[in-house]
């Protein structure tokens, strides 16, 4: 926080005239900027559309509901002031408007005055693109959480584990749910990190583009995939301090290619169990809205939210369906400006937000996203073999039927079930148990087989499609997550 207002401080002084800051903390913002103005020896003034300026009395109420009006304030005054406009990206559409901030950025550039419009979101009309500078303001860093809860009791012991699971929160949030805890048993401890970690998903839940998604899904419960595993295990404290001591950079991510129904999604939760991360789910068709600049304003959002919260893991569930066919959109190139942002934070971010993306079809995906630096490695995840499916029937009947599950064929229930994937065994062992539950008995080996012989696997109705997948795998574009995993004849 204290480099963006750094570079605040040096815009000012630099003399950019019209300033556009996208913070969801106006309070917090506005407490800053006023030091910022008190530090440069200048005023500062705030408006809004309902009470017009306040703080100073003798232009208190000037341009009330009349955002024009309040436009007008900045050419009266002769001295060094910094005008602070609340939600003023409302009135950018209107041409008086539009009109009036391009000659006051005229103006201003020889003065020691400064606008700065404050929104939420970034919603700026073209012809006011040259004239206006964009800044995001961070949500809160590590160390200014640490130092909010300073101010409230707190058991020594539970700093570090609050201070990490309200990453991500604004300052306000925090307060509000810190106030709660502190009225319910009049000290904070270590059992309110839950109550943070809810407040985070709610706020999560608000933007409309993330979720924060549960990771109880543990590497054991994967069957087969061992290389992809082993390449997990081996970076399992690539995110430790101990790791930073050594100078290994933080892991960028994984793109997880293949069949559907063999485990690609299940793998990105037990890689955020396993490391203990919190899980954070993208579904890349959010990202785009309908307003102009909504899709690279919530692209912008969500880089923002996952560093807030880092380390993290971020999965992005079937990137293919989000980024596939560019070119052939009739977007006016927003898919290819969200497109572009996304590659270029994945090549240059330095955070600790491990991205887990899914692919079903990656052959359809831009070249530029499988190039070498956007992703640690790109693995290929196909049908399981035999002794894979062993072990995936062996994990599902393990759940389902825990004392019982050693009674059950496996090395049979394998055998008979060649170019199956892991959610078809799955899919016959539940409808096994629907037979079993029919005739009031539980289910057997036959019945698995049963359920077995009725499925159509999709290595059958999409046998070219597979073998095509696998003939790119294996040309050496992608590491195989599994020692033995192509379709059998």
Request: hydrophobic residues 40%.
């Amino acid at each position: 926080m204290a480099n963006f207002w750094q570079e605040m401080n040096l815009l000012l002084r630099a003399r950019y005239p019209l300033m556009y800051l996208v913070t969801a903390e106006e309070e917090r913002t506005e407490a800053e900027l006023s030091q910022l103005a008190q530090s440069l020896g200048r005023g500062i003034f705030f408006w809004d559309f309902v009470e017009g300026y306040q703080g100073n009395p003798t232009d208190a109420g000037f341009g009330r509901r009349n955002p024009l009006q309040a436009l007008e304030l900045p050419e009266k005054m002769n001295q060094g002031a910094l005008f602070v406009l609340r939600d003023f990206d409302r009135f950018l559409e209107d041409v008086a408007i539009a009109r009036k901030l391009k000659n006051l950025s005229r103006r201003l550039k020889s003065t020691a005055q400064n606008v700065v419009l404050l929104a939420t979101a970034v919603r700026i009309p073209e012809e006011l693109r040259d004239v206006l500078t964009v800044l995001e303001v961070p949500l809160p860093t590590p160390q200014e959480l640490a130092e909010e809860l300073q101010r409230f009791p707190l058991d020594p012991g539970a700093r570090e584990p609050l201070a990490r699971a309200a990453q991500g929160l604004t300052l306000e949030r925090l307060r509000r749910v810190l106030g709660r805890a502190i009225a319910d048993h009049q000290e904070l401890g270590a059992a309110d990190v839950s109550l943070l970690l809810d407040e985070k998903q709610q706020s999560i839940r608000q933007t409309e583009v993330l979720e924060f998604y549960p990771a109880s899904t543990n590497v054991q419960d994967i069957g087969g995939l061992d290389n992809l595993k082993e390449w997990l295990l081996r970076r399992g404290g690539a995110f430790s301090d101990r790791a930073r001591h050594y100078g290994i950079p933080y892991p960028k991510g994984l793109l997880l290619a293949g069949i559907q129904g063999t485990g690609k999604s299940l793998t990105a939760k037990a890689i955020a169990h396993h490391w203990q991360l919190p899980l954070l789910r993208l579904d890349v068709g959010r990202l785009f809205g309908g307003l102009v600049g909504e899709s690279e304003s919530r692209t912008r959002q969500m880089i923002q939210l996952s560093e807030a919260i880092a380390p993290c893991v971020l999965w992005i569930d079937e990137i293919d369906k989000g980024f596939a066919g560019l070119e052939g959109r009739g977007d006016a190139g927003t898919a290819s400006r969200v497109f572009g942002t996304f590659l270029t934070w994945l090549a240059e971010k330095e955070s600790a937000v491990f991205v887990v993306a899914t692919a079903n079809n990656v052959r359809s995906l831009p070249p530029e996203l499988l190039r070498k630096g956007r992703f640690d490695e790109l693995f290929f995840v196909g049908l399981p073999s035999q002794a894979e499916r062993e072990e995936i029937f062996t994990v599902h009947l393990q759940r389902y039927r825990p004392s019982s599950f050693r009674s059950y064929d496996l090395s049979r229930l394998a055998y008979e079930t060649p170019n199956f994937s892991g959610a078809e065994l799955e899919q016959a062992i539940i409808e096994a148990m629907h037979l079993g539950f029919s005739q009031n008995r539980d289910f057997t080996t036959e019945d698995i087989l049963e359920a077995a012989s009725q499925i159509v696997p999709l290595a059958q109705t999409a046998q070219q499609e597979i073998r095509t997948l696998q003939e790119w795998a294996t040309s050496g574009r992608a590491r195989l997550a599994s020692r033995q995993n192509l379709l059998q004849p």
